[in-house]
T-cell receptor
Framework: NAGVTQTPKFQVLKTGQSMTLQCAQDMNHEYMSWYRQDPGMGLRLIHYSVGAGITDQGEVPNGYNVSRSTTEDFPLRLLSAAPSQTSVYFC??????????????FGQGTRLTVV | DQQVKQNSPSLSVQEGRISILNCDYTNSMFDYFLWYKKYPAEGPTFLISISSIKDKNEDGRFTVFLNKSAKHLSLHIVPSQPGDSAVYFCAASPNFGNEKLTFGTGTRLTIIP
């Protein structure tokens, strides 16, 4: 029972490099999201998707791109890495619940350092 | 502009006693609230949630209370156990969904044996 899988777990990039953080879920969830967590701050929403082919911006989208070609995968692309993007990144997935007791499942996180 | 606030960065509680974690919010559009627990080097895990049509939700040792007029919610853990030591995040959503959560800054709970 894999849940939400993120790769890689750790990554060091040089300023200006690009890379893709992978996220996959095997629960057939409609919703997927990317968050970043910085010291002393809560998780902040970068981008989210409510279904395949549909994406939208969150609170801190600048410098990141996403796409959702399948239900299972939601990669996050850093176009030109900057030191300000040093953070821990979490991917989450969830299903629409209405008023039910629902939850978002999170991956283990990717710790990214940009030097 | 912090829309979800957890004003206590840390809290220490004796094992067996009640732990009370607090959360305040400013956005009246929030109608679904969740608590997540996070251990170091792991992703957050869901604990309990409450929708705005309720004022209390209980699940075992965990109870969440919502006071809409005060825009305040709290998580009660009783009795507290050493395994409860973690960082607890309050989160809120505007549409009963989970795809756009706004998180507080977290409270580190330490249970003293």
């Amino acid at each position: 029972n894999a849940g939400v899988t993120q790769t890689p777990k750790f990554q060091v990039l040089k300023t200006g490099q690009s890379m893709t953080l992978q996220c996959a879920q095997d629960m057939n969830h409609e919703y997927m999201s990317w968050y970043r967590q910085d010291p002393g701050m809560g998780l902040r929403l970068i981008h989210y998707s409510v279904g395949a082919g549909i994406t939208d911006q969150g609170e801190v989208p600048n410098g990141y791109n996403v796409s959702r070609s399948t239900t299972e995968d939601f990669p996050l692309r850093l176009l030109s890495a900057a030191p300000s993007q040093t953070s821990v990144y979490f991917c989450a997935s969830s299903s629409f619940s209405g008023l039910n007791n629902a939850e978002a499942f999170f991956g283990q996180g990717t710790r990214l350092t940009v030097v | 502009d912090q829309q979800v606030k957890q004003n206590s960065p840390s809290l220490s509680v004796q094992e067996g006693r009640i732990s009370i974690l607090n959360c305040d919010y400013t956005n009246s559009m929030f109608d679904y609230f969740l608590w997540y627990k996070k251990y170091p080097a792991e992703g957050p895990t869901f604990l309990i949630s409450i929708s705005s049509i309720k004022d209390k939700n209980e699940d075992g040792r965990f109870t969440v209370f919502l006071n809409k007029s005060a825009k305040h919610l709290s998580l009660h853990i009783v009795p507290s156990q050493p395994g409860d030591s973690a960082v607890y995040f309050c989160a809120a959503s505007p549409n009963f969904g989970n795809e756009k959560l706004t998180f507080g800054t977290g409270t580190r709970l330490t249970i003293i044996p």
